[in-house]
């Protein structure tokens, strides 16, 4: 325990000049732009086509957040050395001002590759942020207040990664645009604020004695050793990502065979160079250099914190799937009807709220029980395995059912000679309407509108041959609608089916994923300025591992959730957000304080450098991820419904690397006076 006075509390806080608060409110929006897509992508990219998703698979999922967020966390090597030599504030410019491009272009592609390039567009604009704000608060802060300055940070951080989502949960529900727009918006705000509010920390810029922009470059590289050496590393991870996109010429047997040799042509190399000797005066060129890690504690600090990001991730990466596939989420929505309504809301209000909490994909459920109807009525099913599979179609639409109860429900449809109630045509035809361009309070169209769907239903009842679709989307638009067939045929199955699934409807609805993963971001809010507080009075190593070992604990912990993916109930959603809080905790005391144990120890000069090299062990973190995650969903959670493996997985990871950290603290850290950390130079 550090024997040092500690600073009071609200001393402290008055100690933060303006432009830690402008930094850190920057941070809130620029976490609202990241979070309120991220926590959501993987439902995104995996969701069904019909719901507006992009209907990749796990697999692919995982291969876009292992590549993109690498990227991502890679660049601020660049990017922070170009802050300390150009100025914070012509970078912050630029990265919003790519942001606020990137984050819209995302909604515009559906296919892998364009959508990967644009999320590639959105890396580049929060690689350019990053180091930046983080480089700000450490400027701006000294060794009396930049734990709980840190603290501060960190939980502006989580401020916006909890807003963000949120937000985003609820305009998903309107249409995935909406997503996108938000985070352009929010992209927009900080360019308001960069440009009225922030003030320059940084000296070099004004000082008229800047660095080249080649000298810029060399230094980036000297933080860790030479070209040569960074050289060899980015081409093995380059190899990683290649064999995680499943091509056959290179496997992940191939990978390591390609690894090998490559490693052994580097060291070969340099045993050819060790008996040359260069030019007096004459600076090698980087390529005839050998290999040289100029600060190797620096450099395994990064490899051992990446495995603490790899294994991080999996709560927003993982974790939103496992969620929807997993989780019976029903006993959160009675806990959230019961607390608004006690708290005076009226009926109307407290059902518009659980409709935002767990919002569900109706029109792509009427879809699927027309098809499922349409096979028996026709004498071609379904069969057992189709309703399977409808049933795990069924989850994407955040309803939990089982494929007996499902088929029990087809069963149940009548084929003809059905009644509607006037109940059941007010949404549908009320959107119909307005989508028509008409008031919804115009009673001949909506009379019109109803009688068409009425007649339909009584002559054919769900299931109506197409000729006669035809027929009444003509009556339709002869009552002045300027509606398409689709969007008629669309009202008519709501219409005709959502009476007959109200009950699945009720009964296995399940909350948004991401409102959950949002516990994380809500427990820090809370709580991360008192631990921080707390935990200023422990070394730095001390809390980093201390706060490993209970994230091992919270990650771990869905292992036991039980449940299977679409059997009679699913796992206990109890667990699983006693998993999230206890990692939260875990993550306030690690997370914050190893980013300000790398401001602390950096030189003054090269504090966004350093910062932009804290980033690679993200970056590694987020590579090393994605792979795993979407290799260890796809056999052990998807077609092995074994989710218990893939979690001890995770949580022995995360608690590996405590006990690694632990022997990197003692056996590799010098020891020449109490408590002495890493030297930067």
Same mark, same amino acid.
């Not at 590639?120 to 690689?127: E, K, N, S």
């Given at each position: 325990?550090?024997?040092?006075?500690?600073?009071? @509390?609200?001393?402290?806080?008055?100690?933060?000049?303006?432009?830690?608060?402008?930094?850190?409110?920057?941070?809130?929006?620029?976490?609202?732009?990241?979070?309120?897509?991220?926590?959501?992508?993987?439902?995104?990219?995996?969701?069904?086509?019909?719901?507006?998703?992009?209907?990749?698979?796990?697999?692919?999922?995982?291969?876009?957040?292992?590549?993109?967020?690498?990227?991502?966390?890679?660049?601020?090597?660049?990017?922070?050395?170009?802050?300390?030599?150009?100025?914070?504030?012509?970078?912050?410019?630029?990265?919003?001002?790519?942001?606020?491009?990137?984050?819209? =272009?995302?909604?515009?592609?559906? !296919?892998?590759?364009?959508?990967?390039?644009?999320?590639?567009?959105?890396?580049?604009?929060?690689?350019?942020?990053?180091?930046?704000?983080?480089?700000?608060?450490?400027?701006?802060?000294?060794?009396?207040?930049?734990?709980?300055?840190?603290?501060?940070? &960190?939980?502006?951080?989580?401020?916006?990664?909890?807003?963000?989502?949120?937000?985003?949960?609820?305009?998903?529900?309107?249409?995935?645009?909406?997503?996108?727009?938000?985070?352009?918006?929010?992209?927009?705000?900080?360019?308001?604020?960069?440009?009225?509010? &922030?003030?320059?920390?940084?000296?070099?810029?004004?000082?008229?004695?800047?660095?080249?922009?080649?000298?810029?470059?060399?230094?980036?590289?000297?933080?860790?050793?030479?070209?040569?050496?960074?050289?060899?590393?980015?081409?093995? /991870?380059?190899?990683?990502?290649?064999?995680?996109?499943?091509?056959?010429?290179?496997?992940?047997?191939?990978?390591?065979?390609?690894?090998?040799?490559?490693?052994?042509?580097?060291?070969?190399?340099?045993?050819?160079?060790?008996?040359?000797?260069?030019?007096?005066?004459?600076?090698?060129?980087? %390529?005839?250099?050998?290999?040289?890690?100029?600060?190797?504690?620096?450099?395994?600090?990064?490899?051992?914190?990446?495995?603490?990001?790899?294994?991080?991730?999996?709560?927003?990466?993982?974790?939103?799937?496992?969620?929807?596939?997993? !989780?019976?989420?029903? =006993?959160?929505?009675?806990?959230?009807?019961?607390?608004?309504?006690?708290?005076?809301?009226?009926?109307?209000?407290?059902?518009?709220?659980?409709?935002?909490?767990?919002?569900?994909?109706?029109?792509?459920?009427?879809?699927?029980?027309?098809? /499922?109807?349409?096979?028996?009525?026709?004498?071609?099913?379904? !069969?057992?395995?189709?309703?399977?599979?409808?049933?795990?179609?069924?989850?994407?639409?955040?309803?939990?059912?089982?494929?007996?109860?499902?088929?029990?429900?087809?069963?149940?449809?009548?084929?003809?000679?059905?009644?509607?109630?006037?109940?059941?045509?007010?949404?549908?035809?009320?959107?119909?309407?307005?989508?028509?361009?008409?008031?919804?309070?115009?009673?001949?169209?909506?009379?019109?509108?109803?009688?068409?769907?009425?007649? %339909?239903?009584?002559?054919?009842?769900?299931?109506?041959?197409?000729?006669?679709?035809?027929?009444?989307?003509?009556?339709? =638009?002869?009552?002045?609608?300027?509606?398409?067939?689709?969007?008629?045929?669309?009202?008519?199955?709501?219409?005709?089916?959502?009476?007959?699934?109200?009950?699945?409807?009720?009964?296995?609805?399940?909350?948004?994923?991401?409102?959950?993963?949002?516990?994380?971001?809500?427990?820090?809010?809370?709580?991360?300025?008192?631990?921080?507080?707390?935990?200023?009075?422990?070394?730095?190593?001390?809390?980093?591992?201390?706060?490993?070992?209970?994230?091992?604990?919270?990650?771990?912990?869905?292992?036991?959730?039980?449940?299977?993916?679409?059997?009679?109930?699913?796992?206990?959603?109890?667990?699983?957000?006693?998993?999230?809080?206890? @990692?939260?905790?875990?993550?306030?005391?690690?997370?914050?304080?190893?980013?300000?144990?790398?401001?602390?120890?950096?030189?003054?000069?090269?504090?966004?450098?350093?910062?932009?090299? &804290? @980033?690679?062990?993200?970056?590694?973190?987020?590579?090393?991820?994605?792979?795993?995650?979407?290799?260890?969903?796809?056999? @052990?959670?998807?077609?092995?419904?074994?989710?218990?493996?893939?979690?001890?997985?995770?949580?022995?990871?995360?608690?590996?690397?405590?006990?690694?950290? /632990?022997? &990197?603290?003692?056996?590799? %850290?010098?020891?020449?006076?109490?408590?002495?950390?890493?030297?930067?130079?």
């Amino acid at each position: 325990m550090a024997n040092k006075e500690k600073t009071g @509390f609200w001393k402290t806080i008055r100690s933060y000049p303006s432009t830690f608060w402008v930094a850190n409110t920057m941070e809130i929006f620029e976490r609202m732009a990241w979070y309120g897509f991220y926590t959501v992508s993987s439902l995104y990219i995996t969701g069904a086509v019909e719901t507006g998703g992009l209907g990749f698979t796990s697999e692919q999922r995982g291969q876009i957040q292992a590549i993109v967020p690498f990227f991502l966390y890679l660049m601020p090597v660049i990017t922070g050395a170009l802050a300390d030599r150009y100025g914070y504030k012509k970078m912050f410019i630029t990265s919003y001002g790519v942001m606020i491009v990137a984050y819209y =272009s995302l909604g515009q592609f559906h !296919s892998f590759l364009p959508f990967l390039m644009a999320f590639m567009f959105v890396a580049v604009g929060a690689a350019i942020f990053k180091p930046v704000v983080v480089g700000t608060i450490a400027r701006v802060t000294d060794e009396s207040n930049s734990s709980m300055g840190f603290g501060v940070f &960190y939980m502006m951080v989580n401020v916006g990664g909890f807003v963000g989502p949120i937000v985003a949960g609820i305009v998903r529900g309107w249409d995935w645009k909406y997503v996108f727009i938000g985070s352009s918006i929010w992209a927009a705000i900080n360019m308001i604020l960069v440009l009225t509010l &922030y003030k320059e920390p940084t000296t070099e810029a004004a000082s008229g004695r800047g660095r080249s922009f080649s000298k810029v470059m060399d230094d980036t590289v000297e933080v860790l050793g030479n070209f040569r050496f960074v050289f060899a590393v980015f081409v093995i /991870l380059i190899a990683l990502m290649i064999a995680n996109q499943g091509v056959n010429w290179l496997s992940w047997g191939r990978c390591a065979v390609v690894i090998v040799v490559w490693l052994g042509l580097n060291f070969g190399y340099d045993a050819v160079l060790k008996g040359r000797t260069s030019s007096p005066g004459k600076r090698p060129s980087p %390529l005839a250099q050998r290999m040289r890690c100029s600060n190797w504690r620096f450099a395994l600090y990064l490899l051992i914190m990446s495995g603490f990001w790899t294994s991080f991730n999996q709560i927003f990466i993982t974790m939103p799937e496992y969620i929807r596939d997993y !989780s019976d989420t029903q =006993s959160l929505i009675r806990i959230g009807r019961t607390v608004v309504s006690g708290l005076g809301f009226s009926e109307e209000a407290t059902e518009r709220f659980v409709d935002m909490l767990a919002a569900v994909d109706e029109e792509p459920l009427v879809n699927d029980l027309d098809r /499922l109807v349409r096979m028996k009525r026709g004498g071609t099913g379904p !069969s057992g395995a189709e309703l399977e599979d409808a049933a795990r179609r069924i989850l994407g639409y955040k309803i939990r059912v089982t494929a007996d109860r499902l088929g029990m429900l087809v069963d149940g449809i009548p084929v003809s000679g059905v009644t509607v109630r006037e109940q059941d045509l007010e949404d549908p035809v009320g959107t119909l309407i307005s989508d028509g361009g008409l008031e919804e309070s115009s009673r001949e169209a909506v009379s019109g509108v109803s009688a068409v769907i009425r007649d %339909l239903l009584a002559t054919h009842g769900p299931v109506v041959p197409s000729l006669h679709i035809d027929t009444a989307h003509r009556r339709v =638009s002869g009552l002045g609608l300027d509606v398409s067939r689709e969007q008629f045929e669309q009202a008519f199955l709501l219409a005709a089916y959502l009476p007959y699934a109200q009950p699945i409807i009720e009964d296995g609805r399940q909350v948004n994923p991401e409102y959950i993963i949002n516990i994380d971001a809500g427990a820090i809010i809370l709580l991360q300025v008192l631990i921080s507080f707390l935990m200023a009075r422990f070394h730095r190593f001390t809390t980093m591992i201390v706060g490993m070992m209970v994230a091992a604990v919270g990650i771990g912990l869905s292992m036991v959730a039980g449940g299977s993916m679409i059997g009679p109930i699913g796992g206990s959603i109890w667990v699983v957000v006693a998993g999230i809080v206890i @990692f939260g905790i875990g993550e306030m005391m690690a997370s914050p304080t190893s980013q300000e144990y790398v401001g602390r120890i950096a030189p003054r000069e090269k504090v966004a450098l350093y910062m932009g090299y &804290y @980033f690679v062990s993200m970056a590694l973190g987020n590579l090393f991820g994605g792979i795993l995650s979407g290799q260890a969903y796809g056999p @052990f959670a998807r077609d092995m419904e074994r989710p218990d493996i893939m979690w001890a997985l995770f949580g022995v990871l995360m608690a590996a690397t405590g006990v690694i950290f /632990l022997l &990197y603290n003692r056996f590799a %850290l010098p020891r020449t006076t109490e408590g002495q950390e890493i030297q930067a130079t």
